[in-house]
C-alpha cells in the first residue's frame, strides 16, 4: 500500500464511518477497485483508520465526557451489549458472509428500508428531540437495530439510525447517539483486531499508516458536522436512493467480472 492509497482509504472511512451508507462495505469495494489484496498489513491499516474515528467522535463530543452525563453512557453501554454478545458468540457465521455480493445485496436493502421509513415519517412528530434524553427502553431497543449491522454492507450508523427513528428520536438526535454510540462499538472492534493483528504492525509501512490515520480523523471530524447540517433541512431518502444505486452498480461491476463477488 502506498500514500496514495493510503489518502485514498483514509477519506473513504472518514465520510463513511458516520454516515448510514457502511464503511465496511465501501473500504472492501475500495480495496477491491484499488487492486489491494485482504492481506493482514491491510488489515492492521484498516484498524489504525477505524481508531482515528473514535477520536474524531471525542473531539467532536468533548462536552459529553463531563460527570452530568454519566446516563446517557450508561444507556449507550445498554445499546452496546446486545451487538458485542452476539458479535463474539457468532463471530465466525458473521465472517463467513463478508462478500460484494452480500454488500452489494444489502445496500439495495437498506437503502429500501430508509425510503420505507421516510415516508411514514412525514407526518410523526418525534418524541425526543435531544441525545440527552434518550430512554433506557430507547437505548435497548436502538441496541437491537444495531445488531444488524454485523451484516456487512448493512450500516452501523443505518441500522441504529433506522432504530432511533422507529422508537421516536429526531434524525439529529438519531444521528448523533448513533456518533456517540460508536464509540465502545468501534472501540471494542478495534482492540480485538489489534490484539488478532498486533504482529503485523512490525511489517507496516508507518508512513501509510500514519496519512491514513491523519486523513481519516480530519475527513470524519468535518463529516458528522456537515451530517447534522445536512439533516436541519433534508431526510434520509436521498442516502436511500444512495444505497439503491451503489448497491445496484456493485451486482452490474460482479456480473460483467470487474470485481470478484467472494472477495472478503
Given amino acids: 500500500m502506498d500514500i496514495i492509497h493510503a489518502v485514498i482509504l483514509g477519506i473513504i472511512e472518514g465520510i463513511t464511518e458516520f454516515l448510514p451508507i ?37 473531539a467532536n463530543y468533548k462536552d459529553k465526557f463531563h460527570p452530568k452525563h454519566i446516563q446517557l453512557w450508561i444507556k449507550l453501554f445498554i445499546a452496546f451489549l446486545p451487538i458485542a454478545a452476539i458479535g463474539l458468540l457468532f463471530s465466525h457465521q458473521i465472517k463467513a458472509l463478508f462478500s460484494v455480493q452480500v454488500v452489494a445485496t444489502m445496500f439495495i436493502i437498506g437503502g429500501i428500508v ?15 428531540i435531544e441525545v440527552e434524553e434518550v430512554s433506557y427502553k430507547q437505548a435497548a431497543l436502538i441496541g437491537i437495530a444495531q445488531v444488524f449491522a454485523l451484516i456487512p454492507g448493512t450500516s452501523r450508523a443505518g441500522s441504529t439510525i433506522v432504530g432511533a427513528l422507529i422508537v421516536g428520536l429526531s434524525r439529529k438526535a438519531s444521528a448523533e447517539f448513533s456518533f456517540l454510540l460508536a464509540l465502545p462499538v468501534l472501540a471494542a472492534a478495534s482492540g480485538y483486531d489489534f490484539l488478532k493483528h498486533y504482529k503485523e504492525f512490525n511489517s507496516a509501512d508507518y508512513l501509510s499508516l500514519a496519512v491514513g490515520f491523519v486523513v481519516s480523523f480530519i475527513v470524519a471530524y468535518f463529516t458528522m458536522k456537515l451530517f447534522l447540517r445536512f439533516l436541519e433541512k433534508f431526510t434520509f431518502v436521498g442516502f436511500g436512493i444512495y444505497r439503491i444505486v451503489f448497491g445496484v452498480v456493485l451486482l452490474y461491476l460482479i456480473s460483467v467480472g470487474v470485481i470478484n463477488p467472494h472477495t472478503a
Avoid: D, W
Avoid at 477491491?32 to 491499516?45: D, R, S, V, Y
Avoid at 430508509?114 to 425526543?128: D, G
Fill in 22 to 58: 457502511s464503511s465496511t462495505g465501501h473500504l472492501i469495494v475500495g480495496s477491491e477497485l484499488l487492486g489491494l489484496p485482504q492481506t493482514k498489513a491491510n488489515t492492521a491499516f484498516e484498524v489504525i483508520i477505524q481508531l482515528s474515528a473514535i477520536l474524531a467522535v471525542i
Fill in 114 to 128: 430508509f425510503l420505507i421509513l421516510e415516508y411514514f415519517q412525514k407526518n410523526r412528530t418525534p418524541n425526543t
